[in-house]
């Protein structure tokens, strides 16, 4: 078996681009789209679908690539632009259904961007010169402690605001469902009432790990830049 490890620069390439995890990250692609098309077209059940299937390859590519020794550079590179085109997607189609609600997600489209562009700056200096980057300072340790140093805080960081979003969107549907479909079917399970209270529950808890990561990410990369600012 041909092992694709990171630093055999003579594997083929082709093999690497079609690998077992970077084929799921070109279906991912794929559903992407798909899930923008159905926005487009207002049926918004199958793009929350398209949509979550998308982010459960994105946690099975990792996997994949760990198990069957297949990291590559393209896959890192994958990982990082489908993640964030991801992101981008969610935040502007949640943004166009709550216009109310719109600058707050045009803010974590920013900062997310903001982020990417500093992380390629920095990753094209020496690292001689990256000293100052690794210095703490009272507002970086602060922002760890509060999510990045307890794994379930982790947990919801990472997943409390792609509920959230997703919910967002349910509730859309569920508010503005015209033929009242999807109602009829979910009232045979459980009573409208509980639906929506769960919702609420669900959106008030998961909406609060959301803000707290647009702040701590805020913080964060306000603390870089004043690090960067700092270096003569």
């Known amino acids: 078996m041909t092992s694709f490890n990171i630093t055999n620069i003579n594997a083929n390439g082709w093999l690497v681009l079609f690998n077992a995890p970077n084929t799921l990250c070109w ?6 789209f798909v899930s923008i098309q159905r926005f487009g077209q207002r049926n918004y059940l199958l793009f929350i679908i398209y949509h979550t299937v998308s982010g459960f390859l994105d946690s099975l590519d990792g996997i994949l690539a760990r198990n069957l020794n297949q990291i590559s550079l393209v896959g890192r590179y994958f990982e990082l632009i489908l993640d964030s085109y991801a992101h981008f997607i969610m935040y502007a189609c949640v943004g166009l259904l709550y216009p109310s609600y719109i600058v707050y997600f045009y803010i974590e489209i920013a900062l997310e961007l903001w982020s990417i562009m500093f992380d390629y700056h920095i990753n094209r200096l020496p690292k001689s010169d990256l000293s100052w980057l690794h210095k703490t300072t009272f507002l970086s340790t602060t922002c760890s402690v509060s ?11 990472w997943y409390g605001p792609d509920i959230f979003h997703t919910l967002l969107v349910l509730r859309y549907i569920l ?5 009242k ?4 079917y979910i009232q045979r399970y459980i009573t409208l009432n509980k639906i929506y209270l769960l919702i609420k529950i669900t959106l008030l808890f998961t909406g609060f790990f959301s803000i707290l990561r647009t702040s701590v ?3 964060f990369l306000l603390d870089k830049l004043y690090r960067m ?3 003569k």
């Open 147 to 157: 999510i990045y140093h307890h794994p379930n805080l982790r947990l919801l960081n």
């Open 175 to 179: 508010i503005n469902d015209s033929n």
């Open 229 to 231: 600012a700092r270096v």
């Open 181 to 184: 479909k999807l109602i009829r």
């Open 217 to 219: 990410t805020s913080c």
């Open 27 to 32: 279906i991912r692609i794929v559903l992407m």
